[in-house]
């Protein structure tokens, strides 16, 4: 089972921040929090990934809490081509053949 | 350019035939994977592998078999056993995160939709 729990929907304004929370209250220590995108009949996509300190990169931003229970992705500036299925994992970082498990993901729609 | 390639995109099959999927990667990634995804539902693992002719099953292989001879190929066969084949099948591959161009480490295949008729 995913370790990892996200509203099934959300939508936001072109132009304007989305916010996507993911809990994961039991994440280990030596557990990472990765987020995943997928758009529709592809492949998922990384998008950013963080141990215990706020990370940004050219995609987003990651808040992690500091007893990282919980943690939010942010598109600062949501366009169209951001709607997509966003998932959160945790998992080890360098484990050599670590499976994802993907739980439902959150269903993100830009609205014009 | 390296990466995995499946084949076919799009995949008719009657009830009750034997299909396989095929997964091909040129990253020299030890480990390969096969999700299934349906309608509006995350990815589920149905089969690993971590090394040559070695594989583990995951979340939901049942209905479904598997072969690793060879480092670059993890064809899925759907057998007649799975109930509801129709689905899109994924493949993956990956290293250590941090370690490749990638940085998770992982690579996913474009899909193979599969309709059972």
């Not at chain 1, 370790?3 to 030596?30: F, V, W, Y």
């Not at chain 1, 600062?76 to 993907?102: E, G, N």
Request: hydrophobic fraction near 30%; charged fraction near 20%.
């Amino acid at each position: 089972d995913a370790k990892t729990t996200q509203p099934p929907s959300m939508d936001c304004a072109e132009g304007r921040a989305a916010n996507l929370p993911c809990n994961h209250s039991t994440i280990s220590g030596n557990e990472y929090v990765y987020w995943y995108r997928q758009i529709h009949s592809q492949g998922p996509q990384y998008i950013i990934h963080g141990l215990k300190n706020n990370e940004t990169n050219e995609m987003a931003s990651l808040i992690i809490t500091e007893d990282r229970k919980s943690s939010t992705l942010i598109l600062p500036h949501a366009t169209l081509r951001d709607t997509a299925v966003y998932y959160c994992i945790v998992r080890p970082r360098m484990d050599s053949s670590y499976k994802l498990i993907f739980g439902s993901g959150t269903r993100l729609l830009v609205r014009p | 350019d390296g990466g995995i390639t499946q084949s076919p995109k799009y995949l008719f099959r009657k009830e009750g035939q034997n299909v396989t999927l095929s997964c091909e990667q040129n990253l020299n990634h030890d480990a390969m994977y096969w999700y299934r995804q349906d309608p509006g539902q995350g990815l589920r693992l149905i089969y690993y592998s971590q090394i040559v002719n070695d594989f583990q099953k995951g979340d939901i292989a049942e209905g479904y078999s598997v072969s690793r001879e060879k480092k670059e190929s993890f064809p899925l066969t759907v057998t007649s056993a799975q109930k509801n084949p129709t689905a899109f099948y994924l493949c993956a591959s990956s290293i250590p995160a941090g370690t490749g161009v990638s940085e998770d480490g992982y690579t996913f295949g474009s899909g193979t939709r599969l309709t059972v008729v």
